[in-house]
């Protein structure tokens, strides 16, 4: 859902399929359909969104100033080391950015970010859902009573005005974390502020009742302490007053273990429907099949005997992790929920570009990301998908789920819209450049003619001919061939059109003379004009006449080269690829830098020939192996042209065997500690995954985190990792660790002295000391060189 939902339990997927649940169960809930509780209305039978509209930059109006959601230190820029998101989003539709300290994008512009403060984002974001069947909006709304207020309270206007203007539904959904006085301010809130929304015809409704969802309770998390005695009465208050109310709860909540406390059933049993949490729980098919089997079958079963519609989360998975699988990982979890009987399907999330598991558009390829950020784009495996490729998996989705798609785990979703083979390196050299023209109206931008959606479209002034589209390919090709596209559904016209290329952007040559160009529904409204092969960097449509509507219109621009590449050379192969470090499930290489003409944009580490993992520099370190595996890896180099390199060397290496039973003794136990800013909770450092971490208040040394092992256990060594990514750049943390037997008197097991994180070297610190029995195990934290707080991603314990 947010920031504040990052991993906090380690996901179990182990052991039998079956474990949790009898033979006899699943071919029950296969064979019979679930039974809804309720009719379908806006939540039941459709497909909702979680949506923050939390981001904020300077200039944009909003009360709480600064970049907020963008940076970790919203009075700062966003930049590679003051950063909150892990995915860039595609901005060509969105008249307003605002420039970042990133460095500019792979295509040379400036690397700019939304404001959704800015309602014409808000709008655009609701068009969206209008185009790609999102049914209902859940507004996230976190506690409103501080800074955050005014501004959250904007957005549900606007998010109000949306999704009027674009026949959406939308709810509130109340975020608890970190809400201390939740039980009587969120009464308040509802009574003072946000019920006078159910006014809306926007305003979701279920059963003739508006609906709010409460998301956090039960959740086995220092932000979120409440008793069950509290929440079940705040349930029940919404219910009195006429609320049909949805809980987001824990992954657990029925059986009250990992993720869920114990002794919430009766609070989890209260509501209308409930949407359990699944982000960070799993990121590969065989997981989500495994949560299929042991969770989802006896949850859908536990639901209908309690007379509760299920709506659980379906996530299109981490981008930045590389879980994506081009969309299968996607489609699967929406199959297993269809398949399963669900009532209702919640996404996680619509623009969640800080966990990396947003389905709004997202950058294409590394010529629409910072250069050198790290941050992974739509094509981060090698298959080219369109910046609207998981809001069009959602539509298809949405229709299995709604029986107009029959149920099929073969994902029907093609990368690019019109299906087809993916684009190959190149292809279509159009793809996602840059673009210009002479004129626009209103929405129906240039960049739509390059973004692999014959749905969109660039137009230009109305009753103002001649006018022109323009792309720049970034380097030179010998095209010979130009496809221009509009939308299939649109009555036959005649384009009177030219095409025309440069080298320089100033002085065009005609490729094709002016003429009338037919496009026609009956052969997909699609005109194909090749010429002699001729050198151009910039291709330009020119058009004269339309007897469709008085304006240029052009929905795809698609230019292909003679020889099928670019003329620009690509750069050489790296070289010297080594193997830096290794564990169980990681490996680190290094290489020496290629070399390119126009200069080295960034590399990609293959495995098996597939991407695994992409950067700006010459080291990287490759996650998420098994242990004792042996793998082989190679490295590539790209330019700024798109061009790729031969491969390195290759280097073969095998994973360090896997920590037997009760090795790492901290895993999953619960965490503790001093502060923490925003949602970074110490249970973080417990969840498995290094990309997650604590963080404790800012400029307020000393700090401590502690895990709780559960009894008394032998520790002789500790691991402490910060994510592996470049961007944590090298910092010295002064630390110590310190044991008890009983939570209240500590020892010290390490003396405090400064211990370096070097991402070259994987960023983690491992300190051994004599065993000792302890229970309770303490890092004290009085420093640190990179930013002033105490930071881990992940606190590891072992006998020796």
């Known amino acids: 859902m947010a920031v504040s939902r990052r991993t906090f339990v380690t996901s179990v997927a182990a052991g039998s399929a079956l474990a949790a649940v009898s033979a006899t169960e699943i071919v029950s809930a296969l064979t019979s359909a679930a039974s ?32 907020w959601h963008w940076s970790r230190d ?52 609701f068009r969206w859902m209008q185009e790609n069947g999102c049914d209902t909006a859940a507004l996230q709304r976190f506690n409103p009573f501080g800074d955050e207020g005014p501004t ?14 674009f026949g959406r539904k939308f709810y509130i959904m109340y975020d608890v974390t970190s809400w201390t006085n939740m039980q009587s301010e969120l009464k308040t809130d509802w009574t003072t502020k946000m019920s006078a929304h159910t ?22 998390d220092s932000g979120r302490p409440f008793a069950p005695a509290p929440c079940l009465e705040v349930v029940n208050w919404f219910k009195a007053q006429g609320c049909y109310v949805i809980g987001g709860v824990p992954t ?82 929406f199959y297993n929920m269809v398949r399963v009987g669900c009532q209702g399907i919640y996404i996680s999330m619509f623009g969640e570009y800080n966990e990396g598991n947003q389905i709004a558009k997202t950058a294409e390829t590394a010529a629409t990301v910072p250069a050198g950020s790290g941050i992974r784009p739509l094509d981060e495996d090698g298959t080219f998908c369109s910046s609207d490729y998981y809001l069009r998996i959602t539509a298809d989705g949405g229709r299995m ?70 792309v720049d390919l970034g380097t030179a090709a010998q095209v010979n061939r130009v496809v221009l596209r509009l939308p299939s559904s649109w009555g036959t016209r005649t384009q009177t059109l030219s095409v025309r290329g440069s080298t320089n952007g100033s002085t065009f040559t005609t490729l094709a003379a002016s003429a009338g160009r037919v496009f026609d529904p009956a052969s997909g409204n699609t005109v194909t004009l090749t010429f002699p092969a001729t050198s151009a960097r910039y291709v330009r449509i020119e058009v004269t006449a339309n007897t469709g509507w008085p304006a240029a219109q052009l929905a795809t621009l698609e230019v292909y080269a003679a020889t099928g590449q670019p003329t620009d050379p690509p750069p050489t192969a790296p070289g010297n690829l080594t193997v830096t470090a290794k564990s169980s499930t990681s490996v680190s290489l290094s290489w020496t830098a290629s070399t390119d003409n126009a200069g080295v944009t960034g590399y990609q580490v293959l495995r098996g020939g597939a991407v695994v993992a992409t950067t700006a520099g010459t080291s990287a370190t490759v996650t998420g192996l098994s242990p004792a595996t042996a793998y082989s890896f190679q490295v590539t180099a790209q330019d700024a042209a798109g061009n790729t390199s031969p491969p390195s060397n290759t280097v073969s290496v095998t994973t360090d065997p896997a920590p037997q039973p009760g090795g790492n003794l901290a895993a999953g136990r619960p965490a503790t500690a001093s502060s923490q800013t925003q949602s970074y909770g110490p249970g973080n450092v417990v969840d498995g995954n290094a990309g997650s971490y604590w963080e404790s208040a800012n400029n307020a040394f000393p700090q401590w985190i502690q895990v709780d092992l559960g009894s008394a ?88």
């Open 713 to 800: 256990l032998s520790v002789g060594r500790v691991v402490l990792k910060l994510p592996p990514p470049a961007a944590w750049a090298t910092r010295t943390q002064t630390l110590s660790v310190q044991g008890s037997t009983n939570g209240s008197t500590f020892t010290t097991l390490v003396a405090s002295g400064g211990r370096t994180f070097n991402p070259a070297t994987g960023n983690l610190v491992t300190l051994t000391f004599p065993a000792a029995g302890v229970r309770y195990l303490r890092v004290q934290i009085t420093a640190n060189t990179g930013w002033p707080a105490g930071q881990l991603s992940e606190l590891e314990a072992y006998a020796s």
């Open 401 to 470: 789920l709604k029986g107009q798609l029959a149920l099929t785990p073969v994902r029907p979703t093609p990368p690019v819209a019109g299906g087809g083979p993916d684009p190959q390196p190149g292809g279509n050299l159009a793809a996602g450049r840059p673009t210009s023209a002479s004129s626009q109206n209103g929405a129906f931008v240039p960049a739509n003619a390059v973004d692999n959606n014959a749905g969109t479209y660039w137009e230009s002034v109305n009753n103002a001919f001649p006018q022109w589209l323009q």
């Open 152 to 165: 959250r309270d904007a957005m549900a206007v606007k998010v109000r005005d949306a999704a009027e203007r």
């Open 74 to 125: 919203r009075f700062q820029p966003p930049s590679p080391s003051n950063t909150t998101i892990v995915s860039w989003p595609d901005m060509r539709e969105y008249t307003r950015g605002y420039t970042t300290a990133y460095p500019n994008l792979g295509n040379g512009q400036p690397a700019q970010l939304f404001s959704s403060y800015d309602q014409q984002t808000v709008d655009t974001h």
């Open 252 to 333: 657990y909540w029925r059986q009250g273990i990992n993720d869920s406390r114990p002794g919430f059933l009766d609070v989890y049993h209260a509501f209308n429907m409930i949407s359990p949490w699944m982000v960070g729980r799993t990121g590969t098919l065989d997981g989500l099949d495994w949560f299929y089997a042991n969770v989802n079958v006896p949850d859908q079963a536990d639901c209908n005997a309690h007379g509760i519609d299920y709506q659980p989360c379906v996530m299109p998975g981490d981008l930045s992790t590389g879980a994506r699988a081009h969309g299968d990982f996607y489609w699967r979890h």
């Open 36 to 67: 809804a509780a309720s009719p379908p209305g806006d939540v039941v039978g459709k497909i909702s969104v979680g949506y923050q509209g939390w981001f904020a930059c300077p200039g944009d109006s909003a009360s709480i100033g600064g970049w």
């Open 199 to 220: 006014a809306s015809p926007a305003y979701a409704r279920q059963n003739g009742k508006p609906v709010v969802c409460i998301w956090g309770f039960g959740f086995n």
